[in-house]
Nanobody
Framework: QVQLVESGGGLVQAGGSLRLSCAASGRTFSSDAMGWFRQAPGKEREFVAGITWSGGNTYYADSVKGRFTISRDNAKNTVYLQMNSLKPEDTAVYYC?????????????????WGQGTQVTVSS
């Protein structure tokens, strides 16, 4: 059974940092593109960051560029999202996702596997 399990969410003040982790099990994700998405109450799920299977290429939503960093450790089947300079508008449930392939994927419909999400709340 394929599982993605996120951790690392919490409550932080504006300007603070958090590091999210997503541990994969049930299959090897080293050939998968991985992504982070987020969903705030009443809003659609939106793309945050993505990373190619090798980790050689990363891409970001404009709203987080320069503040967030996605990385992966294929030996540990884990992907990370380092979030710095957090803002109240970053408050959301954050999800990691995976799909087979070597491209760039911004649409949540393009992903096959999803975690259950972890809450990030940024206070002003």
């Amino acid at each position: 059974q394929v599982q993605l399990v996120e951790s690392g969410g919490g409550l932080v003040q504006a300007g603070g940092s958090l590091r999210l982790s997503c541990a994969a099990s049930g299959r090897t994700f080293s050939s998968d593109a991985m992504g982070w998405f987020r969903q705030a109450p009443g809003k659609e799920r939106e793309f945050v960051a993505g990373i190619t299977w090798s980790g050689g290429n990363t891409y970001y939503a404009d709203s987080v560029k320069g503040r967030f960093t996605i990385s992966r450790d294929n030996a540990k089947n884990t992907v990370y999202l380092q979030m710095n300079s957090l803002k109240p508008e970053d408050t959301a449930v954050y999800y990691c996702a995976a799909r087979y392939g070597g491209g760039y994927y911004y649409n949540p419909l393009q992903y096959n596997y999803w975690g259950q999400g972890t809450q990030v709340t940024v206070s002003s």
